[in-house]
């Protein structure tokens, strides 16, 4: 009841196409869904994130697409370039528990070909 | 830099030994929160202060492990008795918090990346 799913594990894509990361969850009282980008040796970075009274969010080349009777949440980048390839993690939040502890999905290596 | 910072970026050390690490927020940030990443997984909840108190801590978090935030500014995260499962990338993370937010977005520091041999 806490998981988040997320896929692919691992992703190519030619520069200037579209990339799409799934995600899926279970637990109905998650309210925040953030996606988060990662770079080697680095931290994970917010991206956007969505809130699921509003079905898509668009910032720039990325947009999230929220799917709250399926319980499915994705992740666009549109025009995708080389500088994208990261990990990307897809999570959830229930923002009235006291601890904003983050259900993380397994993440999904994005490669950017030129 | 007014991010995240964590020290040491990367510790080795042999297997039943004691590591500290360092994790400096954002200075106006309240909320502190420590993860665990391994190889390609997702970060994993360990604990989490409100200022100086620790108000969550998970089950991944045996008695070796303890985390301490004094003066509710830097946090530290102590492992002791070393083991090789433990690994990992240890990833700090700190967010504003305050009353009536609706979002809380946590910025996570360059993470310590420790191997256990």
């Known amino acids: 009841q806490q998981q988040v799913k997320q896929s692919p594990q691992s992703l190519i894509v030619q520069k200037g196409g579209i990339s799409i990361i799934n995600c899926a969850y279970e637990?109905?009282?998650?309210?925040?869904f953030p996606w988060y980008q990662q770079f080697p040796g680095k931290g994970p970075a917010l991206l956007i994130a969505?809130?699921?009274d509003v079905s898509e969010k668009k910032e720039g080349r990325f947009t999230i697409s929220f799917n709250k009777s399926a319980k499915q949440f994705s992740l666009h980048i549109m025009d995708s370039q080389p500088g994208d390839s990261a990990t990307y993690f897809c999570?959830?939040?229930?923002?009235?528990?006291?601890?904003?502890?983050?259900?993380w999905g397994a993440g999904t290596k994005l490669i950017i070909k030129p | 830099d007014t991010g995240v910072s964590q020290d040491p970026r990367h510790k080795i050390t042999k297997r039943g030994q004691n590591v500290t690490f360092r994790c400096d927020p954002i200075?106006?940030?309240?909320?502190l929160y420590w993860y665990r990443q391994t190889l390609g997984q997702g970060p994993e909840f360990l604990t989490y202060?409100?200022?100086?108190?620790?108000?969550?801590k998970s089950r991944l978090l045996s008695d070796r492990f303890s985390a301490e935030r004094p003066k509710g500014s830097f946090s530290t995260l102590e492992i002791q008795r070393t083991e090789q499962g433990d690994s990992a990338m240890y990833l700090c993370?700190?967010?504003?918090?305050?009353?009536?937010?609706?979002?809380?977005?946590?910025?996570f520091g360059p993470g310590t990346r420790l191997t256990v041999l």
């Open positions: 637990n109905t009282a998650f309210d925040y």
């Open positions: 202060f409100q200022n100086e108190a620790q108000l969550e």
């Open positions: 993370a700190s967010s504003l918090g305050g009353g009536g937010r609706l979002k809380d977005e946590q910025f």
């Open positions: 999570a959830a939040l229930r923002l009235r528990d006291s601890n904003y502890q983050l259900i």
């Open positions: 200075s106006e940030h309240n909320r």
């Open positions: 969505i809130r699921p």
